[in-house]
């Protein structure tokens, strides 16, 4: 055993020998630049049962985030950069952000009653907290190549997560960005959209609403009758998982689900910026769950097929968005309107028209907007049952910018379909004043005030804050008090919530430290008084580390 293993080192020490005797090949390089930030919470959150006093369930999260980028990957830029030739050519980079959740207080690790003889983990009555007990997710990440075709045409592979008006969708394939003119620009993206059961999936960017332990199929009966709903049956017990839930099945949730989109977009012409684009999103319909029989009627499927009327597809989003904004100086003043609208082509409706715009002279704006809302979702989802009315609304806000800053902002909004049927006013409005106040040992002291009133729709409210911070934003501290004031209204007496009117209060006091270049500590200590007298501490650590090294 011992010669064969010597013969092996020799025949390394060999090689290696070679390998350094060979010329050498510049290495390849690139520039970088990392980010990485660690989170840690503790706070208790109250839990009411209906024998027996009330509970302090414990939060402890611990978040960490992990941003790496990555430019000239193959020193191709640099080449050229040292032959003399400074003509436009490929540039390879990468961008990426991983996060790593976990919780590990009782809010996940706690057992809950199902039963007179039965208790089960938290985790496998409500699936969603997985999320926070143990999740690893790439939140997007991709290698990006630009300067392609004389620098018109940019390409993106990965998981890519674009930000639009119109909302954003990741998902894990291709972009392409193609400069046609100086000023109009065609994108076209296509892959698989991000799901929770996606690799290194992200749960936040789940379309559907359904929670997965209440995920519900259809129940075929017999000849003639009419099928329900009920929730899946499953046929045994998966094994005990820590971080999981045993009993979460939702298989519409593990389906793939391809997504396109379209865009035209022009920049600065004449002033005006517009954008024309089209996304869909579709995933294959879900058929039996088991064997034919497993159920008393032969199963046909997740979804009712008695007639052969479940699609082989179903469209889970399709959305058109137009947008269009411009800028202009009119003497002393500059005028940026906007105008969007977005059409659900899934739910035959408009679901959002704005038209707002911004007068701006020196350090003072004024920016009126109207806006028409109809809230969708995704075409599986059960909030498009129980989401929130269609409504209108109207707001102004001043704005101001210089040694002092203010802003104040006032709205109306109306509901439709209100309690008596008819339309539901909410207005309210809200002001926020930040001002330096004078130097201490060197350090500058601000000061800053706020306040809100809010007749809305379910109630009124009122609340005030205040806050001194003293020193810079690097290396600071803060001590911040509000208070709020609440009360339902009719409706929510009528729902059982009462009318009665309820006082909380905060006080918090945090610190943020520069230890060194690339390397910050911020630390938050929050004290709480609910309406109902209890009290409660919550405290917050985070670790911010950074590093670029070729800036």
């Not at 143990?134 to 930000?163: E, K, M, Q, T, V």
């Not at 800053?405 to 339309?423: E, K, T």
Request: aromatic share 6%; with cysteine.
């Amino acid at each position: 055993m011992v010669r064969p293993m010597v013969r092996r080192l020799r025949g390394l020490c060999a090689l290696l020998a070679v390998a350094a005797l060979l010329p050498a090949e510049p290495a390849w390089g690139y520039e970088f630049w990392t980010r990485a930030r660690t989170t840690g919470e503790a706070y208790e959150l109250r839990g009411f049962r209906l024998v027996g006093g009330e509970l302090a369930i414990g939060r402890r999260r611990l978040t960490h985030t992990l941003t790496l980028v990555l430019h000239d990957l193959g020193d191709l830029a640099r080449k050229r950069r040292r032959a003399g030739r400074w003509l436009r050519g490929p540039v390879v980079s990468w961008h990426g952000t991983l996060r790593f959740d976990h919780d590990f207080g009782t809010f996940i690790t706690g057992r809950l009653d199902a039963g007179p003889t039965m208790r089960q983990d938290a985790l496998d009555l409500i699936p969603e907290l997985e999320d926070s007990a143990f999740a690893l997710s790439l939140l997007y990440g991709h290698l990006r190549i630009d300067g392609l075709w004389n620098d018109r045409l940019r390409l993106a592979l990965g998981r890519i997560a674009p930000l639009s008006a119109d909302g954003a969708l990741p998902f894990d394939g291709a972009e392409l960005r193609m400069q046609v003119t100086d000023h109009v620009e065609v994108v076209v993206s296509g892959g698989l959209a991000v799901r929770e059961a996606s690799w290194l999936g992200v749960a936040a960017y789940e379309l559907d609403g359904t929670p997965g332990a209440s995920c519900h199929e259809y129940v075929e009966a017999a000849q003639g009758q009419p099928g329900r709903w009920r929730l899946i049956e499953r046929g045994e017990r998966v094994v005990d998982g820590r971080f999981s839930s045993d009993f979460e099945l939702c298989p519409q949730r593990q389906v793939r689900m391809p997504t396109a989109s379209l865009s035209l977009v022009t920049q600065e012409i004449s002033g005006v910026s517009a954008q024309l684009g089209y996304r869909v999103a579709m995933s294959r319909t879900v058929g039996s769950l088991g064997p034919p029989d497993r159920l008393h009627e032969p199963d046909l499927g997740l979804y009712p097929d008695e007639h052969g009327q479940a699609p082989a597809w179903g469209t889970n989003l399709e959305q058109v968005l137009a947008t269009a904004h411009g800028r202009w100086r009119l003497g002393e003043f500059t005028v940026a309107p906007l105008v969007l609208l977005r059409a659900s082509l899934a739910h035959g409706v408009v679901d959002r028209a704005e038209l707002s715009a911004e007068l701006t002279r020196g350090a003072h704006s004024l920016s009126p907007q109207v806006a028409r809302l109809v809230p969708t979702f995704d075409t599986d989802s059960i909030w498009n049952v129980f989401g929130a009315a269609p409504s209108l609304e109207l707001s102004l806000t001043y704005r101001h910018d210089g040694a002092w800053q203010a802003r104040a902002l006032s709205w109306a909004r109306r509901y439709d379909g209100g309690a008596s049927g008819g339309a539901a006013w909410a207005a309210g409005a809200s002001s926020e004043l930040a001002r330096p106040l004078a130097q201490v040992g060197g350090r500058p002291l601000h000061a800053a005030v706020g306040a809100l009133a809010d007749a809305g729709y379910g109630g009124q409210r009122m609340a005030c804050d205040g806050e001194l911070r003293l020193g810079a934003p690097r290396s600071q501290v803060a001590a911040r008090g509000a208070l709020v004031w609440a009360r339902g209204d009719a409706a929510a007496s009528a729902a059982g919530d009462g009318e009665r009117a309820t006082v909380a209060g905060t006080a918090s006091a945090r610190a943020t430290l520069a230890l060194s270049a690339g390397v910050t500590v911020h630390s938050l200590l929050e004290l709480r008084r609910a309406g109902s007298g209890e009290t409660s501490l919550r405290a917050l650590g985070v670790l911010e580390l950074s590093l670029e090294p070729n800036r």
